[in-house]
């Protein structure tokens, strides 16, 4: 797994595309991974694909990892949380007592509030991938002759 996931990045980074173009393909991933669209977020992946024509393909559909089953519980409550501090809503914590009674009406109750807080949490996953992403291509971009496009300098030097 890990050797395949390292090949899947170096022939990301080796792609004829800017570093621009790869953060930005992440950065829309992590943004629609956050969204509380569950169910959806293929769908979503394949629109951004083609509506965003300069982003990677790739590395849209790698940022979407951002909101994997381990994280989806942190993601979720620190949604909801910014969510509620921005309507100054006094509805319920996201806890175990919450969650036991679970009923249409209590998701139906939260759910504005969870999706403002994500499109906020988004917006940051956003900023934060593409600047990281951005930095890291161009820099390996820069030592790597393959991922310039460059052959010759590789084999000469």
């Not at 792609?15 to 930005?24: K, T, V, Y």
């Amino acid at each position: 797994m890990k050797i395949k996931f390292k090949k899947i990045l170096i022939k990301l980074i080796r792609q004829h595309n800017s570093p621009r173009e790869i953060a930005l393909g992440a950065a829309i991933g992590a943004f629609i991974s956050v969204l509380p669209l569950y169910g959806l977020h293929s769908f979503l992946v394949i629109l951004a694909a083609l509506i965003v024509r300069p982003a990677n393909k790739v590395a849209i559909l790698l940022g979407t990892n951002l909101s994997l089953p381990p994280t989806v519980p942190f993601i979720t409550w620190a949604a909801y949380e910014i969510g509620k501090f921005l309507l100054r809503s006094d509805l319920p914590p996201l806890d175990w007592e919450f969650f036991k009674n679970l009923s249409f009406h209590k998701i139906v109750s939260f759910y504005p509030t969870l999706f403002l807080g994500s499109v906020v949490l988004g917006a940051v996953c956003f900023t934060a991938i593409y600047i990281l992403v951005f930095f890291v291509v161009s820099g390996l971009k820069r030592r790597d002759p393959d991922a310039r496009g460059d052959r010759n300098k590789k084999i000469r030097g």
